[in-house]
């Protein structure tokens, strides 16, 4: 299978990237993780602050249908119709904002951990073959795109624990770079 292959060699770039360039795989892995995670909070809290407003608003035109209710102005039937739409509105948001705010404290809690990845690169420095616990070790997701139509190709992007998406490959070439320069 293709995407094990890519997998099991990606592993294997990343168990000897880390062996052989520790320190600086903790503080490229740091910059990176952190950039990511302040970009991915920053759009969670929007939308949760968003979300906050909505379900604020919504009180406030729940309250006026109650009113225009009572004076007249609006029938019952159509009181009950817009109260429960906007109360099931009003329910959405909140497990919008409940859902947020799990999510934004379990990212909170994995922060990056550049030395728990260490660690599990330690176990496996000299990685033979890739089996479910090696991948429930290293690899959060694997996310594959849609096929190119012009290339007729797909671009596979591996989520690592504790790290994240990390170019093991492109980090090597960079440090290789740095050395010759």
């Known amino acids: 299978m293709v995407l094990e292959e890519i997998v099991f060699q990606n592993l294997r770039e990343a168990i000897a990237y880390v062996s052989q360039r520790e320190k600086d795989f903790i503080r490229e892995a740091s910059d990176i993780s952190m950039r990511e995670l302040d970009c991915e909070l920053s759009a969670k809290k929007e939308t ?60 909170e809690r994995n922060r990056v951990n550049g030395k728990s990845f260490i660690t599990a690169t330690k176990k496996y420095t000299d990685l033979q073959d ?32 504790f790290i994240g998406a990390f170019d093991f490959t492109t980090a090597t070439a960079q440090t290789q770079n740095e050395k010759s320069a």
């Open 48 to 107: 949760v602050a968003k979300a906050e407003k909505r379900v604020d608003e919504l009180d406030l035109i729940i309250k006026r249908l109650y009113e225009d209710n009572v004076t007249g102005k609006l029938t019952d039937e159509r009181f009950i119709k817009l109260s429960r739409d906007y109360e099931r509105e009003q329910g959405e948001q909140k497990a919008i904002i409940e859902a947020m705010n799990r999510e934004l404290k379990e990212r």
């Open 130 to 161: 890739l089996n479910a616990t090696v991948l429930r070790d290293f690899i959060d997701r694997i996310i594959v795109s849609a096929v190119d139509k012009k290339t007729k190709t797909r671009e596979i992007e591996i989520v690592y624990n």
